[in-house]
């Protein structure tokens, strides 16, 4: 019944979801959900999207073990997005290496700038795949 | 030059961005650029979206005097989504009255429920226009 009162229909039937964590506040990615990947991530408590490139369900941390573990999730004026607070299993939720797919920023220059360092060996834990 | 970086070719000219307050780390609300509206926003330093639904650029607080102020802009790994940190101008971002559009959360029963209060009254800065 919960899907009745989120709009998947605004953007061919996917919501956006904002990652953050739960304990730091930082945001660690986006990612779209169908409503089968929403209704996948509040039964198992965990984290899964629908990959708009594969176009099929994608359980976060499938083959890198980093899950994320669903703390909270809320839900904005428009119902068309969702933001879910999560415990990260593992050093980082971005397949380049990073604790979050948000690690380059705006210099005044207007260059985007890697202002942190990675937290794992990507090719160690993807092997090469991504 | 700094567009060039970004691919708003993948969901029809629009990337997402992410609004975070700069000072607590609450995310605020969610909303969608194009390549005018991304520029908008790094020359004049508000947010600006594209909106979807009147298919125009929307300087955010226009009608409110709700400016959100950039602090930091970040970039995802794929360069399709947007995380801004601002200083919000104002008691709160969504049209209806809260501090932040994500103000409904999922209960254990399966319901959206309203955990927070209103901070101020959207009728009174709307007028009846939200």
Chains 1, 2 share one sequence.
């Not at 083959?63 to 593992?90: M, P, Q």
Request: net charge negative.
């Amino acid at each position: 019944m919960l899907d009745m009162n989120l709009d998947f229909q605004k953007s061919d039937g996917l919501i956006t979801a904002i990652i953050q964590d739960f304990a730091s506040g930082r945001v660690l990615m986006v990612g779209y959900m169908n409503e089968e990947a929403f209704r996948a991530t509040v039964k198992t408590g965990f984290v899964t999207f629908y990959s708009r490139s594969r176009q099929k369900l994608w359980l976060k941390g499938e083959s890198s073990g980093h899950r994320l573990v669903v703390k909270e999730i809320s839900t904005d004026c428009d119902a068309d997005a969702l933001l879910v607070k999560v415990d990260s299993l593992g050093p980082g939720v971005c397949h380049e290496g990073y604790e979050s797919c948000f690690f380059r920023r705006l210099e005044d220059d207007g260059q985007w700038k890697v202002t942190e360092e990675r937290t794992y060996d990507p090719n160690a834990v993807y092997g090469g795949k991504a």
